[in-house]
């Protein structure tokens, strides 16, 4: 007879991240409850959601919820993981759901074999557009790290049950913008045993707004994962997997886009066209010389300089750039954005990029005491264990997180010479007295410390919270002069970041997942979306 505490389960712990998917989540929860395994919790990670999420989910018993500012579902899952308490961990997105007993099945298995880091099943595929479902399962019984290095035998992260030690060891990749499962599979399975079995564990749901749809992110993203693996490759056997999961990689999404190629009246893109030719040029040559529409843009960017002049003569000019009169619109011509919201319905706005990238870059600069205008996200995010004290500044008394209330450009209630670092990110533009906002945090900065302040300068005008206070628009030398004045002992610095093809996705309304990190990091000061300034207060004279 079993004793009382060999009935005891492990608790399981769920890790549901959403941006944006509340319609999904009631769902979501319902297939883990209804499980019926009795030891799980549930966390659902908020990514910085703009819809009712927070809503949706204060409505559903039983589940712990954790907000956070934007930052994308590698991030997500890696907080879901500092929040939860289980001995196992599973991974469901939001839009995702699991099959019955499948907890208990994946439970089992690793309670048979202690040795395992994880183990995976098989799923059904979900095609919403089409009302079909298809059961996906590759049987692999040996040698899973060959495996994976030759393809994603897994295929669905909702499926796999993993010990809660792997995270003590890895996490997920917040630098991949996909494909950061496939990563930490291929991390895990190269030091650890692993399992996968054919039992049906969860559902994927296909629909239009799935990342796996992005095919040259997809594409990038995967190769960039496998190519991480070389290094650790030790035998024969694992070299020629590794090789051949290349050709499975390149092959898979150059048939996806062939696939699109052949539908009529699809949208075709540029980067369709471009990937195909780095990976399959026949196939590339075949459709473009069948469409003259796209011909034409193509011998514009690839004829050799010897027939420029003959390019001229067939109305193209030879800067490369349209004849006059012969600009082709596409998908910008048009008088209403993409998205009216900055692009936080695509994917998170574009400008987030530069800000972001700014703050990682000076983190060594926010610790101590810190003040942030606004929140404190980016302080604890960027300088965590650093810091001693996070406070906020806040121009609304409601705002029951704010250590101050009060108005930047005044704001007596600060006390001189008190912190280390002041994050102003965003803000300057929203403030009609910006000369007192900027004598203000050189005021409370001790000497020696930091303002971090990034500045908008080509974008678009908010129509919701900060329409009547957006007054606004700083440009490098502007700042220059601003934070100059105010900083008169100390030390300035004042960058750039933006293009033209950033400034016009930002204005848009493209999220920042649909601009390659090529396209963001290409500068050029004429056409500036943010300006970054960093400015230490000097000594007193």
């Known amino acids: 007879m079993e004793s009382a505490a060999s009935n005891i389960k492990p608790l399981v712990s769920f890790i549901i991240p959403s941006y944006n998917?509340?319609?999904?989540?009631?769902?979501?929860?319902?297939?883990?409850?209804?499980?019926?395994?009795?030891?799980?919790?549930i966390i659902i990670v908020d990514d910085g959601s703009k819809d009712n999420t927070k809503e949706i989910v204060q409505q559903i018993e039983g589940v712990k919820y954790v907000y956070q500012h934007n930052q994308g579902?590698?991030?997500?899952?890696?907080?879901?993981?500092?929040?939860?308490?289980?001995?196992?961990?599973?991974?469901?997105?939001?839009?995702?759901?699991?099959?019955?007993?499948?907890?208990?099945?994946?439970?089992?298995?690793?309670?048979?074999?202690?040795?395992?880091?994880?183990v995976s099943g098989a799923h059904d595929k979900v095609f919403v557009d089409k009302g079909e479902t298809r059961h996906?399962?590759?049987?692999?019984?040996?040698?899973?790290?060959?495996?994976?290095?030759?393809?994603?035998?897994?295929?669905?992260?909702?499926?796999?049950?993993?010990?809660?030690?792997?995270?003590?060891?890895?996490?997920?990749?917040?630098?991949?913008?996909?494909?950061?499962?496939?990563?930490?599979y291929l991390n895990v399975a190269r030091k650890h045993p692993v399992a996968h079995h054919e039992g049906n564990i969860a559902a994927y749901r296909l629909h239009s707004t799935n990342m796996s749809g992005n095919i040259q992110l997809m594409l990038s993203s995967v190769l960039k994962v496998l190519d991480r693996q070389q290094p650790n490759l030790k035998t024969a056997a694992e070299k020629a997997a590794f090789k051949r999961g290349h050709e499975v990689w390149i092959n898979y999404y150059c048939t996806e886009i062939v696939k699109k190629l052949s539908i009529p009246g699809a949208a075709i893109s540029t980067a369709d066209i471009d990937t195909l030719l780095k990976y399959q040029p026949t196939n590339a040559i075949k459709y473009i010389l069948k469409n003259k529409?796209?011909?034409?843009?193509?011998?514009?960017?690839?004829?050799?300089?010897?027939?420029?002049?003959?390019?001229?003569?067939?109305?193209?000019?030879?800067?490369?750039?349209p004849a006059i009169g012969a600009v082709e619109g596409g998908d910008f011509d048009r008088l209403q954005p993409f998205c009216s919201d900055f692009g936080f319905s695509r994917g998170g706005p574009v400008d987030r990029y530069y800000i972001e990238n700014f703050l990682k870059k000076q983190s060594g600069d926010i610790k101590g005491l810190v003040l942030e205008i606004g929140d404190n996200e980016y302080s604890l995010l960027y300088g965590g264990s650093k810091i001693t004290q996070s406070d906020i500044l806040h121009v609304d008394a409601s705002n029951t997180k704010a250590t101050f209330i009060g108005d930047l450009s005044d704001a007596p209630q600060v006390p001189d010479n008190s912190f280390d670092c002041v994050v102003l990110t965003q803000t300057l533009h929203l403030i009609y007295n910006y000369k007192g906002a900027l004598d203000t945090c050189y005021r409370i900065l001790k000497p020696g410390g930091v303002l971090l302040l990034t500045s908008p300068v080509i974008t678009s005008i908010d129509r919701g919270e900060w329409s009547n206070t957006w007054y606004w628009s700083f440009t490098d030398k502007a700042l220059e002069r601003m934070v100059g004045e105010a900083f008169p002992t100390g030390k300035v610095e004042v960058d750039t970041f933006g293009n033209v093809y950033v400034a016009t996705a930002f204005l848009y309304g493209m999220g920042a997942s649909e601009v390659s990190k090529e396209k963001f990091d290409h500068q050029d000061s004429q056409f500036q979306v943010i300006v970054t300034v960093r400015a230490v207060k000097g000594e007193a004279v």
């Open 21 to 41: 998917h509340a319609g999904y989540l009631r769902d979501a929860v319902k297939s883990v409850v209804s499980q019926l395994y009795p030891a799980i919790e």
């Open 293 to 321: 529409a796209v011909l034409k843009p193509f011998l514009k960017k690839n004829v050799p300089t010897f027939a420029k002049r003959w390019l001229h003569k067939i109305g193209m000019h030879n800067s490369f750039s």
């Open 136 to 184: 996906d399962y590759q049987e692999v019984k040996a040698k899973h790290y060959q495996q994976l290095l030759q393809g994603n035998y897994i295929g669905m992260h909702a499926t796999v049950t993993y010990r809660r030690w792997v995270f003590d060891e890895f996490l997920f990749d917040v630098n991949l913008r996909a494909c950061e499962d496939y990563d930490l």
């Open 73 to 118: 579902l590698s991030a997500a899952r890696n907080t879901g993981i500092k929040h939860s308490t289980g001995e196992y961990l599973v991974f469901l997105d939001a839009d995702d759901w699991m099959l019955p007993g499948s907890i208990a099945a994946n439970v089992q298995r690793l309670q048979a074999n202690t040795a395992l880091a994880f």
